[in-house]
């Protein structure tokens, strides 16, 4: 516990952390301190995960008894009183008070992982079917990392007592993609994810030529190339032959800022 403490406070800052009473943290009382301290900050030290997962094991069918129970289990945390750079600490701070109401109130943990989850969409558009390559109507599902902020996160934030600064580092772009409902990941049972989100990564084509031109290039030079159009040997002379390029796509988009 000591070492979560003292990198948080080194690198988040966080007031009422200095009023902890360092002698009193063991058992559940070290767990709800660590969980306070942990839900407050974006730097995470591997320690945390014991912390949080025991907050958030706390859960019942009704809500309000998943509110008390939670509200207990910080109150194992011995805050002292005192004032830092303007701010009174405790349990009679209303500042304070209103932090644990948050976290006794969150959904989830404002995490990277819980920032980088997947947005979907799906658009109506004129493109060639993936299964039997006719031309139609198909409906397309496109991908992102969801750019908006979590409600947990927002909540956070909004004390004064927290040093979250999450930010979104990517393009907002959205990716093509679709789901084969009848083929399952082995490992997860979850529908397998197909295109350019489930590949991880969009193409272009790049320096094409002429089947005349290709056929003057070395022999190493030709393995760069792909060839499109027909296949067919008697109308090979119209292919195109182009270097195909991939562009990775980003899905880490959630950072934490010091």
């Not at 030290?45 to 509110?67: D, G, M, Q, Y």
């Not at 049972?189 to 193409?203: L, N, Q, V």
Request: with cysteine.
């Amino acid at each position: 516990m000591k070492k979560i403490l003292s990198m948080l406070l080194i690198f988040s800052s966080l007031s009422f952390a200095q009023k902890i009473d360092l002698s009193t943290l063991s058992g559940d009382k070290g767990l709800a301190c660590e969980a306070l301290l942990c839900l407050s900050s974006g730097t995470r030290p591997s320690e945390c995960k014991r912390s949080i997962k025991r907050f958030f094991s706390i859960w019942h069918h009704k809500w309000w008894k998943t509110l008390r129970d939670r509200k207990a289990f910080l109150g194992l945390c011995p805050v002292g009183g005192g004032n830092f750079n303007g701010f009174s600490l405790g349990n009679d701070d209303k500042e304070f008070k209103k932090l644990k109401n948050i976290i006794v109130n969150l959904k989830e943990d404002c995490s990277i992982k819980n920032l980088n989850r997947v947005e979907t969409k799906t658009v109506k558009a004129w493109t060639k079917n993936v299964y039997n390559d006719d031309y139609g109507y198909n409906y397309i599902t496109h991908f992102r990392i969801n750019p908006k902020l979590t409600e947990s996160c927002k909540a956070l934030m909004s004390s004064k007592y927290t040093y979250i600064k999450p930010k979104y580092i990517c393009n907002k772009k959205w990716y093509q993609g679709y789901i084969a409902d009848s083929q399952f990941s082995s490992a997860n049972k979850t529908p397998m994810i197909y295109g350019d989100w489930g590949r991880g990564y969009t193409t272009t084509k790049e320096n094409c030529i002429s089947y005349k031109a290709f056929q003057k290039l070395p022999r190493e030079q030709k393995k760069k190339y792909t060839q499109f159009g027909s296949t067919d040997s008697s109308f090979k002379y119209y292919s195109t032959f182009c270097i195909v390029k991939k562009h990775y796509i980003k899905k880490d988009c959630w950072v934490f800022e010091n």
